[in-house]
């Protein structure tokens, strides 16, 4: 079965997607016959089958937040897995690690790139996603270029993307032979994610052509795709010669596909998110058709807390990285960049008691009012954390107001009254609301659904148990006598 595509407002798939998860640890076969053969699901793979671990879309998730228990994924426990498997023949990340260009994106550029490349189990191959191509690619390549070793270059690939730029640091494909089996990989990226001069992007199957050029007609072949399941679908039957195994990095895939749907004759993956989950995949080619094995490997993430499991120097690579975006001030950097969403301005919590003296009490009961404070406790007990908790953009952006916006919050010291989940991040700044003496009526911010605007923050990672009508219920509220909501 295809895994079903994120649907961010219905917190009962999200519920019904986590609870499946759980029972898809078993390997699934995909047995390609010809069209008229059915599948033979239950022939078993050849025990020289290559073994890849296949991830992809990271998105700047370097481990998780620990918000919330059950959480999966973390470099820290990836590597780990692979160090107590040992046996995986090809490591093989999609791309996209960073989910932005801001500068807290580059320093998680730099740890990600240094943790896959540079410590005891370095991955074979990353290709190169749209968001990668959101990064200073000066600074990108001069990073990439420092990880050279001597013997080889980070294997990035990007094979529909031609430079004019003397730096550029990607190859059309990444060859390795495994047990006298050669296994060629491509990655096409299908889109540029802002105009650039210096890339010209080929279409698919020219540059599909391009890196199987050579190739040996047995050589194994997989393609890394950076688009939705539908293009994926369109795509991979149409390659020539057909790929053994396609892998689609769909950010609505949230988990991996636990089973290789077939398109044309093509076994299709999706790699899932964030690395929350890995596809342990078996890949092996007989009479002429690609047979695929995929195993799911939930990672139990660590939290980043004192004992809590993982890789003990991925984990401290992990601890430097919070550490020197502290030191090097990067929230305050990031903070007021952004316009706000309705042109006004951020008036705090305070000003909104006079006119809403109920809901501001049932505001003052709920755990939104102690957003911030929660962040304050958890850097303070190195029982939980360990690490400035109060000083990373990534949690602070949760449980503040109009983080990155101008007016916004800035620091505690600066926005106090800023500094906790308050009335505007969900009805916006209220200047002109107050001016107006509640004339000009403020809505959800962003006109969005009150469900989809509690996502933001409160997502499958986040909050993996999140129901908006259950916890409505916690912090319900309406207007005072006399006032009335915009129809």
């Known amino acids: 079965m295809n895994a079903l595509p994120l649907l961010a407002t219905a917190g009962l798939l999200l519920s019904t997607l986590v609870a499946t ?7 699934a076969v995909a047995a390609i016959p010809p069209a008229q053969d059915p599948p033979a699901a239950a022939a078993p793979l050849p025990a020289d089958s290559v073994r890849l671990l296949v991830s992809g879309s990271m998105h700047g998730r370097l481990e998780p937040c620990g918000c919330a228990s059950g959480q999966l994924g973390g470099l820290a426990r990836r590597m780990q897995h692979i160090g ?10 999609g791309g996209d690690l960073v989910d932005g260009a801001t500068e807290l994106d580059v320093m998680k550029l730099y740890t990600a790139t240094s943790i896959l490349f540079q410590m005891e189990h370095p991955y074979d191959v990353l290709g190169v996603g749209q968001k990668d191509l959101l990064m200073p690619r000066a600074e990108w390549s001069e990073f990439v270029g420092a990880l050279r070793t001597s013997s080889d270059s980070v294997p990035l690939v990007a094979s529909d993307l031609v430079s004019t730029a003397p730096d550029w640091p990607a190859r059309p494909f990444v060859e390795k032979e495994v047990r006298g089996k050669k296994v060629r990989i491509a990655s096409l990226t299908l889109s540029l ?5 210096t890339l010209r992007l080929l279409p698919p199957a020219e540059a599909w052509a391009t890196a199987l050029k050579d190739a040996d007609a047995s050589t194994l072949r997989v393609l890394m795709l950076h688009c939705s399941d539908v293009t994926a679908r369109a795509l991979v039957g149409k390659l020539k010669p057909a790929p053994d195994l396609a892998v689609c990095m769909d950010p609505g895939y949230i988990e991996p596909s636990p089973n290789a749907s077939l398109v044309e004759g093509v076994p299709l993956l999706f790699s899932g998110t964030r690395g929350r989950v890995l596809c ?15 195993e799911l490997v939930p990672l139990a993430g660590s939290k980043t807390l004192p004992g809590g499991g993982g890789d003990p120097n991925v984990k401290e690579a992990l601890l430097l990285h919070r550490r020197d975006v502290k030191e090097k001030e990067v929230l305050a950097h990031m903070m007021r960049q952004l316009p706000t969403q309705n042109g006004a301005i951020y008036v705090g919590s305070t000003n909104c008691k006079g006119c809403h003296a109920s809901a501001a009490a049932a505001w003052e009961k709920s755990r939104h009012h102690e957003a911030w404070n929660t962040l304050v406790k958890a850097e303070a007990d190195p029982k939980r954390y360990g690490w400035p908790v109060t000083a990373y953009p990534d949690c602070v952006s949760c449980h503040v107001v109009g983080f990155r916006e101008q007016s916004g919050f800035a620091s505690f010291a600066e926005t106090p009254d800023l500094a906790a989940v308050g009335c505007e991040r969900c009805h916006g700044p209220a200047s002109e609301h107050v001016a107006s003496q509640g004339k000009k009526q403020l809505g959800i911010l962003g006109g969005v659904q009150a469900s989809v605007l509690c996502t933001q923050c409160h997502d499958f990672e986040q909050s993996p148990d999140f129901l908006y009508l259950d916890k409505w219920k916690i912090i319900t509220h309406g207007c005072e006598p006399g006032q009335k909501t915009k129809k």
Do not use: F
């Open 21 to 27: 998860l759980a029972q898809c640890g078993g390997q």
């Open 193 to 197: 994610a802002a105009p650039d001069e």
């Open 280 to 294: 342990d995949v078996r890949l092996s080619r007989q009479d002429g058709h690609p047979r695929v094995a995929c």
């Open 84 to 93: 107590e498997q040992r046996n995986y023949d090809i490591l093989l990340e």
